[in-house]
């Protein structure tokens, strides 16, 4: 009998909205796409970070009892060195900060940069990393912001390698307040005229510190030069007042100068008939917190009613003490050659304490004001990212709500809100304005946002996931364009308050955007929506596939592009032998983690995911007629013994009905050698995979719509399939009368 | 770089030579970015290499960490003098070298195992100018100078001139020493006193002109054994 016959070469990913483009289909589950053929492998599941065979080292390496690691709610690989030399794992769980220090190339290399952290709500985003060239940026919106720089760290002794210097890699970001202000020592001026052509027997010299410099040049070589306040005083009495003020300020490793000191002041007199002598005044000075590698030293000219300048306390650059160990500073510079005055718009202390979210842009730091302060955006000077002025801040309108996230993306930044989105343009030296780009799309989940290239930056929205494309300079076009445009049965079920916890990365090895979102109703990613970016641009093919049984908590692409992730309940799951511990990798290895046997005591490999393929509901261009679909082909390759079991839905009903199992072996040839069963170099040999058809049949009778599935925990690699079906005409009934 | 599972073989699958391959490739990729993760575990360590095995430091960021000769009298009451701060005043100054530890003097260098000293003092010196200017004569006739040097075990490790005016200095000096406990003296000593400088030693002896300040001195030793 001639059969119709429905080809579709290439089976595209899941597709909720009805009536669905045939292509596509229902369920696509835990696939990846296969780079060979374009089709789909299930050859995937999640392996150890660290894939020791009988320890969790360095994640509480102890097999059994009682552990203390996890849920890991947050995760961040830090690229510190060209080439991925230089990687830093940080994570968080339990309220610390930590890092997984793997240059040392020991077992112990699980460090704790700090406890006692915020641990995010259920409706909270978790900590957010900016990666600088000065480390780490890590912000939670309720901490002070932490700065993190893990190298090099020494060792303490065999096997602890930095725990003893872990403290000095992370340090409080930013300036918490003014240095305390410069001692100056006190100045005895010094009695004497020059040529000094008597025993000097002045009394009150002598003091301590007191330091005198010739004013005249011919007395020693540059001796003109140097020393403060009056040379003479040719009257008898004590009538020429030297006063003068310093302050200092902290030069960090960012090279970014903090507030300046309180002004501090010495005065001397110069006593009558002195001659030839200026003096120089001993400050003793701040030390200042951890980063700092610098003082700067600033001074007033003489600011006595007996100068010419009464009541100037402006100050002017001095010098720079290039350590943060010295503690006196002897000041001999002459008022003529005082430097440039100190900034006129005054440097202050850190203005977002417990910001949430930071980028760079244009060169300077970005921080959002925090919960408290969350509509406005305070950004450094540039190449400075701890030095913010007073005035360096953006007020956002109020109309938008409070900033969800920030991020740096081509020649803006895009500022997430909670009722818009907007881009900042504009540079420091010229100013930085805000846009708002739309009112109508809002995003709150910070960590699902990500660059991927051909699509500009992706994020999930309320209301599905988005990409911001184009730019706003020189012609380029910008767009809003939604992903998930047939996809909303999916993001609908999304936990709505739980948007926060969302979490993404992009791997450019896999080209693969994975969104892990709260499903459901549960308060932690459950479920992944997987974008390939190979399968864009296809025609209607869907691009997205899901995955299930992955406890995602926080996820981050190492280098090479592998997707590592945090466990999402860790020892919250109550299991003594606490198999979720730590850090996991998504890879090709075929098991959903581990199990522990307590009777051999040992860690046991749980089986692969189930891999399922529901094609979508076919009407065959009429569902009023009726159809009777005889065969399924499936087109896949090769893959030995895997069986595959063939099921088929008609009609939207769940009644289900499976034919015959087949081998994934090609049907008219001899098998291929397999595993287990063959010796090569015995006659067998090696094969290549074939593409071959497996041609169920089906016995469904007359249907209007037709859907066929197959689970797998097996290797498969499925391309495309074809339907082969007759009609005859019928069409269906007229409705039921009510 | 660190690499996880590509392929897996499993029981029952077709023998391809891809199954074999993806996971080799995988494996040898890593070889295009080398980096310390890839050396092997404990490849140097402290059971491998003891402390000390073939060098040693020694160092003092502020030496000596009190304060010689300093007078306080006058000083602003605010003000804590900083420690080490050495004012060398003619009532306190030997005339010749002196220990700028004026209560321990040397300093230990345990552990020493026989080989190469270095040895490095740094610090800030001002002597102080009129005595620059001999009394009754207009142009400096008699420049002083603080003389700087450091001994080992007693025996001149390094001797330099010293500074003449306000200048930070740093001295270094490098010996081959015998095995043992080694003694490290730094020393001091302002040239002497001539006899038409302007110097009072005032009635009572408790305010007297500073000749030289001293201070913010540091010293690193490294021993490198044979």
Known sequence: MKQDVYEVPRAGGVETRLPQQPENASRAENLRHDKKTGGWSTRLGYEKYYPNVTTWSPFNSTITGAIDMGPVYSLHVAQMLGGGARQHTLFEADGALYLLYEAAGVPTILQTLATGRHVPTPTEAASWFTDTPYGVVVTNGVDRPVLVNPWPLGQQGAGQYASSTISSCIRDFGFTSSPPPVDPHRNVAFQAASPITADYTSAAAGASTTITCFSDTRAIADGGRWGLGFATNSGADFAKEALFGWSCSFITDTGSEGPLSALSTTTWELPGNAAGFRHAIALDIPTGPPGTVARRIYRTTNFSDDYTAPGDTTLYFIDDVRNNVEEVFIDCVRTAALGAAAPTVPTGPLPAPAARFSTLFKGCLFLDGGISDQRTLYYSAPGLIEQFDAAAFIELSSQGGGITALYGNYTNLVIFREESIDVVSGDYAAGFQVTTLTNSITCRAPHSIKAIPGLGVVFLALDGVYAITGGLEGGAINDL????????????????????????????????????????????????????????????????????????????????????????TGCQDGAGDGVNRGLFVISGKRAMGYSYDAGSQSLVVNGPPTSVYRSAWFDFGDAQVKKQVSYVTLWVMTTGEPTITLRHYKDFSLRVTAERTYKAQPPDQADLPVFDTVTLNAGAIYEDHR?????????????????????????????????????????????KRA | ????????????????????????????????????????????????????????????????????????????????????????????????????????????????????????????????????????????????????????????????????????????????????????RLQAKVTSVGPDDPLVILPGGTQQVPQAHLYSNKYCVLGRFR
């Open chain 1, 691 to 735: 593409l071959v058809p497996l041609r169920f049949s089906v016995a469904q009778q007359s249907c209007s719509w037709f859907s066929f599935e197959f689970t797998t925990t097996d290797d498969l690699i499925f391309i495309g399939y074809e339907l082969e079906y007759t009609t005859k005409g019928t069409r269906v009934v007229m409705g």
């Open chain 1, 481 to 568: 364009v939604k992903l998930t445009l047939t996809q909303d049965e999916l993001v609908e079920r999304i936990t709505l308050d739980c948007h926060p916890k969302s979490v993404a990365c992009y791997s450019a090895e896999a080209r693969e955007y994975h969104l892990y979102v709260p499903y459901d109703g549960n308060d932690r990613p459950n479920k992944g929506l997987v974008l390939h970016i190979d399968r864009i641009g296809q025609g209607d093919l869907s691009p997205w596939s899901t995955r299930d049984g992955f406890p995602i908590g926080a996820v981050a692409t190492r280098y090479d592009g592998s997707i590592i992730f945090g466990h999402n």
């Open chain 2, 1 to 184: 770089m660190k690499k996880w599972t590509q392929r897996e073989l499993r029981a029952g699958g077709v023998v391809d030579p891809s199954a074999v391959n993806d996971e080799l490739r995988a494996q040898q990729s890593s070889m295009t970015t080398l980096d310390r993760e890839q050396l092997s575990a404990d490849w140097v360590n402290e059971t491998h290499l003891a402390d000390y095995a073939i060098i040693r430091g020694y160092f003092d960021a502020r030496y000596p960490s009190t304060n010689y000769g300093e007078q306080t009298i006058q000083s602003d009451a605010a003000v804590t003098p900083s420690n080490g701060f050495l004012s060398i005043i003619p009532r306190l100054d030997p005339g010749s070298w002196f220990d700028i530890n004026e209560t321990s003097g040397a300093i230990t260098l345990s552990g020493f195992k026989g080989g190469n000293l270095f040895a490095e003092w740094s610090g800030n010196a001002l002597v102080f100018p009129p005595f620059a200017a001999t009394q009754k004569i207009e142009f400096p006739q008699n420049p002083k100078y603080l003389g700087l040097r450091i001994l080992v075990n007693n025996s001149l490790l390094v001797e330099r001139r010293g500074p003449a005016y306000h200048e930070h200095f740093r001295i270094f000096g490098a010996g081959n020493f015998p095995a043992g406990d080694l003694e490290l």
